[in-house]
């Protein structure tokens, strides 16, 4: 399997984009969940790197069924000390003694506890990954507080800069309604470095296509050295242990 895919890993800069954010949106007829694996697998394969999973969609045993197809197994990361991944299934961030602040506050220290164990001097990892699947429903357990959320977020991302790590979101962009997701959407957006959306062909559905990537780069630097805004198109094929990434037509 190429790594991470050579259009995927051109567009997000090759190197890894360390005190970045990442936005991956996607939506029912087109998922962007092989993006978050294909990144944790990327990370994961590194001597130095480590990865947190907040992990609120499927238990842990789907992702390491997925990996284990893409050559890499998530429980022998986790007993090598690689992985922290936090089963979060049935989270609620309002208790009965605690408020939905109290909640997020406590699942924000979890994962920076995590991250300073890694970036401790018996782990030193140089690079963290800080992975959420998905923050639509992050919004559900904070009983439909979009602040306490794009709060939490903005707290996690603050340790993109402070600790040198990369926080990776994946967002179902039409779960919402149209009255809340543009004001959801626009601090999702301001807030990454890079957006990642998955999204069905415009020409209806093909056998050898499942769809198409937009990546939006917005600190990668243009060949005049000053920072801009680049974007890229291409399509994919997700195959049980891979995906391909291509152009438009050049698929053989």
């Keep these: 399997m190429a ?66 197809k893409m050559g890499c197994n998530l429980s022998v990361q986790k007993k090598n000390g690689k992985l922290h991944f936090l089963e979060l299934l049935d989270f609620s961030a309002r208790s009965k003694e605690n408020s939905v602040d109290d909640g997020f506050c406590k699942l924000y220290n979890e994962i920076r506890k995590a991250v300073e164990t890694a970036r401790s001097k018996d782990t030193k990892a140089s690079c963290v990954y800080i992975m959420i699947d998905d923050i639509s429903l992050l919004e559900i357990a904070a009983d439909g507080s979009e602040n306490d959320v794009l709060n939490f977020l903005h707290y996690c991302s603050t340790l993109t800069s402070e600790m040198d790590c990369l926080l990776i979101i994946l967002n179902h962009e039409d779960v919402y309604s149209s009255e809340e997701a543009p004001r959801l959407l626009a601090h999702l957006q301001h807030l990454s470095d890079i957006e990642i959306r998955a999204a069905p062909l415009n020409t209806g559905l093909a056998a050898d296509v499942h769809g198409q990537l937009t990546v939006i780069n917005k600190g990668l630097l243009n060949d005049d050295r000053r920072s801009g805004r680049r974007i890229w198109n291409f399509q994919f094929k997700v195959k049980e242990n891979s995906v391909e990434f291509f152009y438009p037509g050049s698929q053989h």
């Excluded at 259009?7 to 360390?18: D, F, I, K, Q, R």
């Excluded at 969940?33 to 969609?57: G, I, N, P, W």
Aim: aromatic content about 8%; charged content about 20%; hydrophobic content about 50%.
């Design 3 to 68: 790594e991470v895919g050579d259009l995927l890993a051109e567009a997000m800069g090759h190197s890894l984009p360390v005190g970045k954010v990442v936005l991956v949106g996607d939506c029912v007829e087109t998922s962007g969940a092989f993006v978050l694996h294909l990144l944790l697998k990327r990370c994961l394969s590194l001597d130095s790197s480590f990865a947190v999973f907040v992990a609120l969609s499927h238990p842990f045993s789907h992702y390491d069924r997925v990996l284990r």
